[in-house]
T-cell receptor, first 113, second 112 residues
Framework: NAGVTQTPKFRVLKTGQSMTLLCAQDMNHEYMYWYRQDPGMGLRLIHYSVGEGTTAKGEVPDGYNVSRLKKQNFLLGLESAAPSQTSVYFC????????????FGQGTRLTVV | GESVGLHLPTLSVQEGDNSIINCAYSNSASDYFIWYKQESGKGPQFIIDIRSNMDKRQGQRVTVLLNKTVKHLSLQIAATQPGDSAVYFCAENISGGFKTIFGAGTRLFVKA
């Protein structure tokens, strides 16, 4: 049982490049989330999904897009990366609507130069 | 406004002692308060939560206390072990479910 798996673990992008972060969970959870974590700050919600085919904006959605074509996968896209998007990105999933017990992936460290 | 903050950015304790990590919150509408543990290079891991209508909840070696009068949350770890060394985040789950506000974190060092 792998839980929540994120790929890649590390990536360096040039300003203006695009990329997609992949999150996969094998717990049959309905709810999935993308967060970013910056130094000295807590996690901030980028986008979330309440089920296959649905997505919604979180606190800091600008510059990101997401898709949930399959229940087990939640993709985070950066169409034109900016240095301000340098961060550690975490994907999470939860069984309950009130996501107190969310399961997190290992994170993706993204640097935009 | 909505904010979750921590009184101390770092906490150093002796192995075997009890640890207390504090957190202040400002949103009275929060339904749940949650503690997460994050070890270096890993994602946050759920420790324990408490609903807003409770003032205390115990888990294995951990106790969470909620004081709504002063909007204060604490995590107590009994008999702290080296494996408890990590960053601890408090978070509040706003009514509706999807909006969880995280604090900046407290780093716990356990001295052998």
């Amino acid at each position: 049982n792998a839980g929540v798996t994120q790929t890649p673990k590390f990536r360096v992008l040039k300003t203006g490049q695009s990329m997609t972060l992949l999150c996969a969970q094998d717990m049959n959870h309905e709810y999935m989330y993308w967060y970013r974590q910056d130094p000295g700050m807590g996690l901030r919600l980028i986008h979330y999904s309440v089920g296959e085919g649905t997505t919604a904006k979180g606190e800091v959605p600008d510059g990101y897009n997401v898709s949930r074509l399959k229940k087990q996968n939640f993709l985070l896209g950066l169409e034109s990366a900016a240095p301000s998007q340098t961060s550690v990105y975490f994907c999470a999933s939860s069984l309950k609507r009130v996501n107190t017990e969310a399961f997190f992936g290992q994170g993706t460290r993204l640097t935009v130069v | 406004g909505e904010s979750v903050g921590l009184h101390l950015p770092t906490l150093s304790v002796q192995e075997g002692d009890n640890s207390i990590i504090n957190c202040a919150y400002s949103n009275s509408a929060s339904d749940y308060f949650i503690w997460y543990k994050q070890e270096s290079g890993k994602g946050p891991q759920f420790i324990i939560d408490i609903r807003s209508n409770m003032d205390k909840r115990q888990g294995q070696r951990v106790t969470v206390l909620l004081n709504k009068t002063v909007k204060h949350l604490s995590l107590q770890i009994a008999a702290t072990q080296p494996g408890d060394s990590a960053v601890y985040f408090c978070a509040e789950n706003i009514s509706g479910g999807f909006k969880t506000i995280f604090g900046a974190g407290t780093r716990l060092f356990v001295k052998a």
